[in-house]
């Protein structure tokens, strides 16, 4: 199956052959060259479980009318049990995969559609040419052959584009989808199963007056990121989920380009927290709230069984502030014009309202709305019962880190209309000294979004900004946050909301803040990305390579 690699992976490939010195410093391009011949099934890997996923493009039926274009990703098993593959065929959103906790596992991805593409596994530790790099996307008609063992332990992941400075409109368009994994662990707890273990990714996207997607990729939305005007479940409009009087698993995934939330039941009652990115939590964790950034994830155990037949609940995003920086009030960027979407003119907002919300028509960023409804329907006989321990997760420790007095510091700003880490944007051939780390270590990460007086504003005074910060591979532990006193009271509309407990792969590091993690980086070398989970940052450049070696 060949592989058709793109410009600046050719860039990046020739450097393969020029010494031996360099081969050895820099050993990802030591199999870049057989990469060049394409990525075909290996003869010596037999999976337990063989999955076909085609790109394409299709049309669904999302609202009355005119049906609705997207970028559908569709599955089947070639290997293994049917299960594994869920297929969405009236949604937008890809297919849904389900493994268990040691699996070996093959995903041929075909294109068919009108652009390159690849696929990276969020979350998932696999090896590095598996794990869905930019260099390897291939164009239409070709082919891209994974290969890996699930490592991971159980836990709510997800697959998505991850094509160079394009990957925000994919992802928009439909290539994404929900990779859910089991063990054996898990599976010996009483938590909910079957049709009340619901996973349920959130989206918000616009649609013009003949029900296609409509996506803004002016300068102004690109630097804060797109919203759209209305909240999809699932890839579904007005989306109710119908439940019965027992408890329920709610796995939930943050799945938009840009928008925060901010998410409470409308009755008070707390969020019960059971898992984060990475799988789930030592014990439940109570909020009156939780904070939800693109790319994470949070599973809840909610318990619906003193509720009568007929009883609504809604899930809503509360208030909060999205940026704290004065400056920019009324009007604001976007002047006069107002932005298009589903409903016609949404109104002059600007970049910032009168709370400090960021524009976003009738659903601006840090504003209160409702994102999932819920309807008791039916009444069922159940004694749940959640458990006062689910897992056990050892505490990685600072002086275990093979950098423990040196952090490794990433510095997030925004200037000269580009999103930066380091001051740096990325280039698929630039890893630098400081980004190159030693496999099978420890190592401490810091995020510094203004904490250290770095605002990055430029624009003629444009706001600090929430960044979602995502590494590749192996997940980690949040070790602490620290705050800039100059951002204190607004960083205390969100500071409740933070679950940082357990395994992460992506942490919400908001204005005036400087998050610490301790990382681990076993097992696999090559090239591993981070970057800010704000997709219209990532294609803006706030993206980088660790090389591992």
């Known amino acids: 199956m060949p592989n058709t690699i793109n410009i600046q992976r050719r860039k990046l490939l020739k450097y393969a052959g020029l010494t031996a010195a360099m081969a050895a410093a820099y050993p990802f391009l030591s199999y870049a060259e057989s990469m060049a011949m394409g990525n075909q099934a290996s003869k010596d890997f037999d ?3 063989e999955i076909e996923l ?4 299709a049309h669904v039926p999302i609202f009355k009318g005119p049906e609705t274009r997207i970028w559908k990703v569709s599955g089947k098993v070639l290997k293994g049990p049917e299960a594994a593959i869920e297929n969405h065929a009236a949604s937008y959103i890809a297919p849904t995969i389900r493994l268990q906790k040691g699996q070996k596992v093959r995903i041929i991805l075909k294109n068919n559609l009108p652009a390159q593409s690849i696929l990276h596994w969020h979350g ?3 090896p ?44 928009y368009s439909g290539l994404a989808g929900l990779f859910i994994v089991s063990d054996a662990e898990e599976q010996a707890l009483d938590l909910p199963k079957g049709e009340y273990d619901v996973a349920l990714a959130i989206q918000d996207r616009s649609f013009d007056n003949q029900n296609q997607l409509h996506y803004n990729n002016h300068m102004m939305q690109r630097m804060q990121g797109f919203l759209g005007d209305q909240i999809m479940i699932n890839g579904q409009p007005d989306y109710i989920l119908p439940v019965a009087t027992r408890a329920y698993r709610l796995r939930l995934l943050n799945g938009s380009n840009s928008r925060i939330y901010k998410l409470a039941w409308d009755d008070g009652t707390p969020m019960t927290v059971i898992g984060v990115d990475g799988g789930l939590l030592e014990h439940p964790e ?6 939800l950034a693109p790319g994470e994830r949070r599973e809840i155990w909610v318990d619906f069984s003193g509720k009568p037949v007929g009883t609504e609940l809604n899930l809503r995003s509360l208030p909060f502030e999205s940026s704290m920086h004065g400056g920019m009030h009324g009007g604001g960027m976007m002047g006069g014009r107002g932005m298009m979407g589903r409903r016609g003119m949404m109104g002059r907002r600007g970049m910032m309202g009168g709370r400090g919300m960021m524009s976003g028509g009738d659903l601006p960023l840090g504003g209160d709305y409702a994102v999932l409804k819920v309807k008791v329907s039916r009444q069922v006989q159940a004694q749940d019962k959640l458990p006062e321990r689910l897992t056990t ?4 420790r600072l002086q275990d880190a093979a950098n423990a007095d040196n952090p490794r510091n990433i510095l997030l700003s925004m200037r000269h209309m580009s999103a930066l880490l380091n001051g740096r944007s990325y280039a698929m051939d630039d890893v630098r000294p400081d980004e190159i780390i030693p496999v099978n270590t420890l190592q401490v990460i810091t995020f510094d979004n203004g904490f250290s007086g770095g605002m990055g504003m430029g624009m003629g005074g444009m706001m600090a900004m929430p960044h979602p910060m995502h ?11 620290e705050i800039n006193p100059g ?10 909301g933070f679950v940082d407990s357990g395994w992460k792969d992506t942490v919400l590091v908001m204005p005036g803040e400087k998050v610490t993690i301790l990382k681990p980086f076993n097992d696999y070398t090559g090239i591993f990305m981070y970057h800010c989970h704000n997709l219209e940052h990532e294609d803006m450049g706030m993206m980088r390579d660790f090389l591992i070696k």
């Open 471 to 481: 590494i590749h591979g192996e997940q980690f532990q949040v070790l602490r946050r």
């Open 393 to 396: 997760i050892k505490p990685l």
């Open 47 to 49: 999976p337990d479980v």
């Open 487 to 496: 951002f204190r009271s607004g960083h205390e509309s969100v500071a409740a």
């Open 286 to 291: 109570q909020h009156a709230y939780m904070m």
């Open 54 to 57: 085609t790109q394409e493009v």
């Open 128 to 171: 590095s040419k598996m794990d869905g790099n930019p260099m390897y996307a291939v164009d239409q008609g070709q082919a891209f052959v994974y290969e890996f063992t699930i490592l991971n332990r159980a836990g709510f992941y997800w697959y998505h584009a991850h094509t160079h400075s394009v990957t925000a409109k994919q992802v």
């Open 124 to 126: 998932l530790h696999v």
